[in-house]
């Protein structure tokens, strides 16, 4: 199984909703990444989890706080958000956070705040 | 810091040759990336460079000079297909292995 699952792939929430995203790797990988991806802009980390402990938090906003409940599962709990965080938001996995090991991305969530 | 250049837009035609380059300026080299990304769709992975030289593979190869900070991918046999965006990302070893993606470029391949 080479795949990383996201799920919903899609999401609508007012600015005072509580809502999760979640993603999901079986390849055995030890790292995973929180990238959010406005339109026509490359994705921008988040979060990176190496070995299920939050290794960098890229300055995020308190309103994005991510979980990583075991090494195949890595949430993203949303509160109180803002329009400008709508945007596509890439879960992504790799071997570890070493050398040439290439991310494998999952198909993301497109998050819409009204 | 990093800094990622690549060019915003390049257009080719079906069946060309086509060169994509990054230039970078980084505190920790540790490994250049390129992705390839389909409108609405995820990134996916197309090479790893992290010594100098050209590493090939099938119609798509990818170049790097260190000393230079400078990167390419050359895709062959354009395909229809391969209208999309072309990611360079940068990872850093002072920076906890993170990478930092380019801005992309836009390959519109036409008939």
């Known amino acids: 199984d080479t795949e990383v699952t996201q799920t919903p792939k899609h999401l609508v929430m007012g600015m005072t909703n509580k809502k999760s995203l979640k993603c999901e790797q079986h390849m055995g990988h030890r790292a995973m990444y929180w990238y959010k991806q406005k339109a026509k802009k490359p994705p921008e980390l988040m979060f990176v989890?190496?070995?299920?402990?939050?290794?960098i938090n890229e300055s995020v906003p308190s309103r994005f706080s991510p979980e990583c409940p075991n090494s195949s599962l890595l949430n993203l709990h949303l509160h109180a958000l803002q329009p400008e965080d709508s945007a596509l938001y890439l879960c992504?996995?790799?071997?570890?956070?070493?050398?040439?090991?290439?991310?494998?991305f999952g198909p993301g969530t497109r998050l819409t705040v009204l | 810091g990093q800094n990622i250049d690549q060019p915003t837009e390049m257009t080719a035609t079906e069946g060309a040759i086509v060169q994509i380059n990054c230039t970078y300026q980084t505190s920790g080299f540790n490994g250049l990336f390129w992705y390839q990304q389909h409108a609405g769709e995820a990134p996916t992975f197309l090479s790893y460079?992290?010594?100098?030289g050209l590493e090939e593979k099938g119609r798509f190869s990818s170049f790097l000079s260190r000393s230079k900070g400078y990167s390419y991918l050359l895709l062959k046999e354009l395909q229809m297909k391969d209208s999309a965006s072309y990611l360079c990302?940068?990872?850093?070893?002072?920076?906890?292995?993170?990478?930092?993606f380019g801005d992309g470029t836009t390959l519109t391949v036409k008939p």
């Open positions: 460079n992290v010594l100098d």
């Open positions: 989890y190496s070995y299920e402990k939050l290794s």
């Open positions: 990302a940068v990872r850093d070893f002072t920076n906890a292995g993170k990478s930092t």
């Open positions: 992504a996995s790799s071997q570890d956070t070493g050398g040439g090991n290439e991310q494998f």
